[in-house]
């Protein structure tokens, strides 16, 4: 189909990167309690043109140069965990009162979620070992067939995203009544995103 080798393993394999905990869907959620559902939006499109930034690099071939140079490799690592550790400590360390870590503006949470995709050791991963499986080099349609597989993953993250924008933002509106507890949630997010950043920095 469109030169995709197998276009429902491509979308099953996708959608299983979207499920897994991480830096991703901890931002879309955190983004969504402190901004609503404009904070949410604001992420999802971030972590949609993150994903998109990281497919079309590795059309490029950049993800083969990160696997032939393990160093370059290695030094985004390191950056996209003290990136997430950074943001850990200061959700942890905030005090009450004190202004939301991740900016009220859509466009900040539209900034941090790029970063947060962009510098994912474990999204790199995906797009440089998996992409290129599904690609069928007797059906290859070229720009085509790479569309078709970008127009997929931005389908399936705007839905998949969207859904979890949603559950949180009707989760959270309940939550802000008892501040102690949304103190608490947030000290926990930063806790996370320590522990994301900790375990990026020194996975191999």
């Given amino acids: 189909m469109f030169g995709i080798a197998d276009y429902g393993a491509f979308v099953v394999a996708f959608l299983i990167l979207l499920f897994i905990p991480g830096p991703g869907n901890l931002a879309i959620i955190t983004s969504t309690s402190k901004g609503g559902l404009r904070g949410g939006l604001g992420a999802t499109l971030g972590v949609m043109a993150g994903d998109q930034v990281l497919l079309w690099l590795a059309v490029a071939g950049v ?14 690592q390191w950056l996209g965990a003290a990136y997430l550790a950074w943001l850990g400590f200061r959700m942890f360390t905030a005090k009450p009162g004190a202004a939301p870590i991740l900016n009220i503006k859509p466009r900040h949470y539209f900034q941090q979620a790029l970063a947060i995709t962009v510098l994912n050791p474990k999204a790199i991963v995906f797009y440089m070992a998996f992409f290129p499986l599904f690609i069928d080099p007797k059906q290859h349609l070229g720009m085509v067939t790479f569309g078709v597989m970008a127009l997929t993953v931005a389908t399936l993250a705007f839905v998949y995203c969207s859904i979890v924008v949603l559950l949180t933002h009707y989760f959270a509106e309940r939550m802000r009544a008892n501040p102690v507890f949304t103190r608490l949630l947030e000290k926990l997010a930063g806790l996370c995103l320590i522990g994301f950043g900790v375990k990026l920095a020194f996975s191999r």
């Fill in 63 to 76: 993800a083969a140069v990160l696997a032939a140079y393990p160093a370059a490799f290695q030094a985004v």
